[in-house]
C-alpha cells in the first residue's frame, strides 16, 4: 500500500525567507500524481501545486516550487520569500495514475515570524 | 472555476440525533464526490467515495449505517451522520472530482454531538 510520510511537524521560517517543507511516500507504481495543500486556519483547502510523476522537470507555481526526486521517493516543497500569508497547514498528497483517491500525509504547520 | 460549497459550515446536534451535511459543486458536475474526517490537528481520513447513482464505497473501518451517503445529482452528495454520539465530533470535509482526476475541496463542516 501506498504512504506518505511529512517527518516535520512544524517548521518556523522569517518572513522574506526560504522554507522548506519535506515529504517521502512509498508506492510500487511507476506513473501517479504528487500535490502540496495548503490548509489556512479557515480549514479549506488549497491546491498550492501538483507534479505528474512522468515529467523531470519540477513543477513551480510563483514562489512555490518542488524538488521531485522519483528515485528517492521524495517531493519536497520550497516556498521562497515567504509571506504572513503563507502560514498554514501544508498537506503532501499522493495520487494513483487511475485511482481517484487521495493519501495524504500528516501534514506539517508552517508558522511565519514578522 | 471549480468551487464546493459545503451546508452547513457548523452544526451542534444533540446526542441520539442524525444530522445531515451537503456537498455541491457549483460551477461544474462531479460524478465523484468524497467524504474526509479530520480530526484536530490531525490528517484527512477518507471515509467514503460517492458516485452519482450508484452506493457509496466506505473505507475499511468506516460504518456504513452511521455515515449515510447519498450522491443524488451530479451536484449533489449527503453525508447524514445517524444516532449521532458525541465522539462523532469531528471536522468532515468533502471534495468533488474534475476531469481528468483532480479534487477540490469543499470548506468543511464543524460537527459538535453535545
Known amino acids: 500500500a501506498q504512504t506518505v510520510t511529512q517527518s516535520q511537524p512544524e517548521m518556523s521560517v522569517q518572513e522574506a525567507e526560504t522554507v522548506t517543507l519535506s515529504c517521502t511516500y512509498d508506492?510500487?507504481?511507476?506513473?501517479?500524481?504528487l500535490f502540496w495543500y495548503k490548509q489556512p486556519p479557515s480549514r479549506q483547502m488549497i491546491l498550492v501545486i501538483r507534479q505528474e510523476a512522468y515529467k523531470q522537470q519540477n513543477a513551480t507555481e510563483n514562489r512555490f516550487s518542488v524538488n521531485f526526486q522519483k528515485a528517492a521517493k521524495s517531493f519536497s516543497l520550497k516556498i521562497s520569500d515567504s509571506q504572513l500569508g503563507d502560514a498554514a497547514m501544508y498537506f503532501c498528497a499522493y495520487r494513483g495514475s487511475g485511482t481517484y483517491k487521495y493519501i495524504f500525509g500528516t501534514g506539517t504547520r508552517l508558522k511565519v515570524l514578522a | 472555476g471549480a468551487v464546493v460549497s459545503q451546508h452547513p459550515s457548523r452544526v451542534i446536534c444533540k446526542s441520539g440525533t442524525s444530522v445531515k451535511i451537503e456537498c455541491r459543486s457549483l460551477?461544474?458536475?462531479?460524478?465523484?464526490m468524497f467524504w474526509y474526517r479530520q480530526f484536530p490537528k490531525k490528517s484527512l481520513m477518507l471515509m467514503a467515495t460517492?458516485?452519482?447513482?450508484?452506493?457509496?464505497?466506505?473505507e475499511q473501518g468506516v460504518e456504513k449505517d452511521k455515515f449515510l451517503i447519498n450522491h443524488a445529482s451530479l451536484t449533489l452528495s449527503t453525508l447524514t451522520v445517524t444516532s449521532a454520539h458525541p465522539e462523532d465530533s469531528s471536522f468532515y470535509i468533502c471534495?468533488?472530482?474534475?476531469?481528468?482526476?483532480?479534487?477540490?475541496f469543499g470548506p468543511g463542516t464543524r460537527l459538535t454531538v453535545t
Open positions: 471534495s468533488a472530482r474534475t476531469e481528468p482526476y483532480e479534487q477540490y
Open positions: 508506492t510500487s507504481e511507476s506513473d501517479y500524481y
Open positions: 460517492s458516485n452519482e447513482g450508484s452506493k457509496a464505497t466506505y
Open positions: 460551477d461544474f458536475q462531479a460524478t465523484t
